[in-house]
């Protein structure tokens, strides 16, 4: 039995996408830009976690949307599908089949310290509830196993995530080798990559931008709204000429990520001496994002127009995704005895 370090000769990273919203701008800085740029280092693989989003999304034609949403957003942002695999999670029934597989080692306790099942039984004990378990589907409840697998299937070495979302990579490794505790070296011990930039862009109304706050600049807004959206950011009352706090400005983290260094070097200057105001760093502002965004909306803008573009390139991903899983679900069966019967 191989140990899945020996399957591939170049490191692998994998990034999940689950699409419960529009992308926005700090999806961009603290997601997209630094998955993309392992792409030189490591083979990289990109799934949109459809199934996932079950989890909250109960309209049908809101999930299809999304989903597409997500890939065009990737793949106008610079993803090259010549040069790394993306795939739609649903594509690729061995993931589920090693869902169960790995369930079947993963203790409850793990689950019951999930984040997102205690944020739940929280939320439901502050309200009063007399069940707290009362609307925490299955889904929610098992969701770290299912990503789990979606990390263990390719035997990635690498996952890029925020410091909010660690808590996945952190239970994937310990399933792995619960799993290789006890059935021998099969599964791939995957490493924790952060990307801390996400949780430090602040949003329109002073906190963390988020989609669940409605907070968020949404990255292919056209020009007018872009405008709107940078003109009505939030800002404190220090006066137009009184120094300012650029660090901890939503709107100066947004150029810094998108500006040339020494731009911002110089409009950092400017606020903490007191020589610009927060309106004319707004117009700063939209017009660098603005150009900065103009041919990546154009792009996707074609993408979903023309959305069979997109299922072929998910389609070919997944053909070749599915590839890899087919090999790797093969020695989990071999692991557990699961002995191919023979006519």
Known sequence: MRN???????KRALTGIKPTGAPHIANYIGAI???LALTDQYDSYYFIADYHALTVIKN???????????????LAMGLDPAQS?????????????????????????????????????DQAAEEGTADVDANVNMGLYCYPVLMAADIILFSAHVV??????SQHVEYARDIAQKFNHTYGPTLQVPELLLSPTAATIIGSDGRKMSKSY???????????????????????????????????????????????????????????????SWGQLKDIVFKAVDGFLTEPRERYRALMADRRQVDRILAAGAEKARLEAQHLLARVRDAIGRVEMRP
Request: hydrophobic share 35%.
């Open 33 to 35: 830009r630094p998955a």
């Open 214 to 276: 409605g907070n968020q600049i949404p990255l292919f807004a056209d020009t007018a709204t872009l405008r709107k959206l940078i003109r009505r950011y939030k800002t404190d009352s220090t006066g137009a000429d009184e120094p300012k706090d650029a660090d901890n400005s939503g709107l100066f983290q947004i150029y810094r990520e998108i500006a040339p260094v020494e731009d911002a070097d110089d409009v950092k200057k400017a606020l903490e001496a007191g020589h610009m």
């Open 160 to 165: 890029p995530v925020g410091r909010d979302q």
């Open 4 to 10: 899945a370090e020996t399957a591939v000769t170049k």
């Open 60 to 74: 049908p034609q809101e999930f299809t949307d999304l989903t597409y949403q997500v890939a065009a957003a990737w």
């Open 85 to 121: 695999t993306i795939y739609r999670q649903s594509d690729l029934p061995e993931t589920f089949e090693l869902s169960w597989i790995l369930s079947c080692v993963t203790p409850k306790g793990m689950l019951n310290r999930a984040h997102a099942y205690k944020a739940a039984v």
